[in-house]
């Protein structure tokens, strides 16, 4: 009988890169996240997979018909599959309450550990739009991700942070890779790095992100690298079987898809049995609307970007023309890859403006979870019962691609199979 792997995902957000593991395999042991809304996430996935590995595949398409509540959801399967879900900020003061948890779930050995901490410390354009990282203790939480290692032993582990991760320095000018690679270290793990780019692994983004990964001292050890794959169709074939909407149009629950591009069934975005939620717009008003058609006539006629400064005077309402002057820019739907999808789109959609001037709007929630490749069945929580398109934004912007984690979860799983 083959060994269940296993995994444990420490900041784990809405579970972007754990996701990519259970596709490949992997089992859950606990998922550690401080951000209550994306712990609702966590659970009601951890319960699509319940219920679809024991053939009640029913409740959950009630659930996204909006037919039960989330309460009535999380009736139907045991409280074991829900208390995987940490809800705790990892620091010095949970860090032991958190171990207790994690330990009374063991019924063996933690394969993996995977996660990578907020990134807003290490970020260049958190830096550049805020000086006061220097102080913020999120730039140690590595710390902490290697106390889990001390204590858990993983064959592996992987990562992830954005690529500012590279040059950012302490106030005494030592950079935090370097602290953090000599933390691995002390903890048992020799370590490596990649500088990955996700369009060049089949996710239709250019989203460019540190994967690093350890693996426990005393093995040789190669770093997995990926096969490249095309992308197999460009942006508009894969959001295009989504509902034509105006700014403000949409629904939370349940649209029923005829057929997808065949792309996203190979990848495993698209899904006949369920129907696709959060296809849902915001509201423009007519200033915002009248810029987004001037940027989406700019690109599609000349194949360059909208500049604020070149906006006529009466649409100008920023002070700042010096910088952010991108700040209204097209999803590029002729192209086989986007720009990177990020938190901020949970603050306004100008920087992700829909490429059909006719729909006339920013993305919705939808297709910004195809652009990072999540499952169509994926539904994104908010603290209450009642969803909430800037927090279901936020934990999309913060994500791993699916896609990629499941390509780096298949390739380590293939490791540890010589272990």
Request: with cysteine; proline share 4%.
């Amino acid at each position: 009988m083959k060994k269940k792997l296993t995994f444990l995902d420490l900041f784990a957000g809405c579970g972007g890169l754990s996701e990519g593991f259970i596709q490949a395999g992997f089992i859950s042991v606990a998922h550690v996240e401080m951000d209550a809304a994306a712990c609702f996430s966590l659970r009601t996935r951890m319960a699509y997979h319940w219920l679809t590995a024991n053939g009640k595949e029913n409740v959950y398409s009630d659930y996204l018909k909006g037919n039960i509540s989330r309460t009535e959801l999380y009736s139907c399967i045991p409280s074991d599959i829900t208390d995987m879900v940490i809800h705790e900020e990892i620091n010095e003061i949970s860090l032991n309450g958190i171990f207790d948890k994690i330990d009374k779930r063991l019924t063996g050995k933690i394969d993996i550990i995977i996660g990578g901490p907020p990134c807003q410390a290490y970020s260049l354009v958190g830096r550049a739009r805020n000086n006061g990282m220097f102080g913020d203790k999120r730039n140690y939480l590595f710390l902490f991700y290697a106390e889990f290692l001390k204590r858990y032993q993983p064959e592996f582990f992987v990562f992830e942070n954005v690529s500012g991760l590279l040059s950012a320095k302490d106030t005494a000018g030592c950079r935090y890779f370097d602290m953090m690679m000599e933390t691995f270290d002390k903890a048992g793990y020799y370590a490596e790095y990649r500088l990955i780019s996700a369009d060049k692994y089949g996710v239709p983004q250019k989203r460019k992100r540190i994967i690093l990964i350890g693996a426990r001292k005393g093995k040789v050890f190669h770093y997995p690298e990926l096969k490249s794959s095309a992308l197999e169709a460009t942006v508009n074939e894969l959001i295009n079987d989504l509902p034509k909407l105006h700014a403000g149009e949409g629904k939370y629950h349940s649209y029923r898809l005829s057929a997808a591009h065949d792309y996203l069934y190979k990848i495993g975005v698209a899904d006949k049995k369920f129907p696709v939620t959060f296809h849902v717009s915001r509201p423009n008003n007519s200033q915002d609307l009248e810029i987004y058609r001037i940027a989406v006539n700019k690109w599609n006629k000349e194949k360059t970007r909208l500049n604020y400064n070149d906006l006529p005077e009466r649409l100008k309402t920023h002070r700042n023309t010096s910088s952010f002057t991108d700040r209204f820019k097209v999803v590029s739907g002729d192209l086989k890859a986007s720009h990177t999808v990020v938190a901020h789109i949970s603050k306004d959609g100008h920087y992700y403006i829909h490429p059909d001037i006719n729909q006339n709007r920013s993305l919705t929630p939808r297709e910004a979870a195809r652009l990072q490749t999540f499952p169509d069945n994926y539904f994104f929580e908010a603290v209450t019962e009642k969803p909430s398109l800037a927090t279901a934004f936020r934990q999309i912007g913060n994500a791993v691609p699916v896609y990629l984690a499941k390509q780096i979860a298949e390739k380590l799983k293939e490791e540890l199979a010589n272990v």
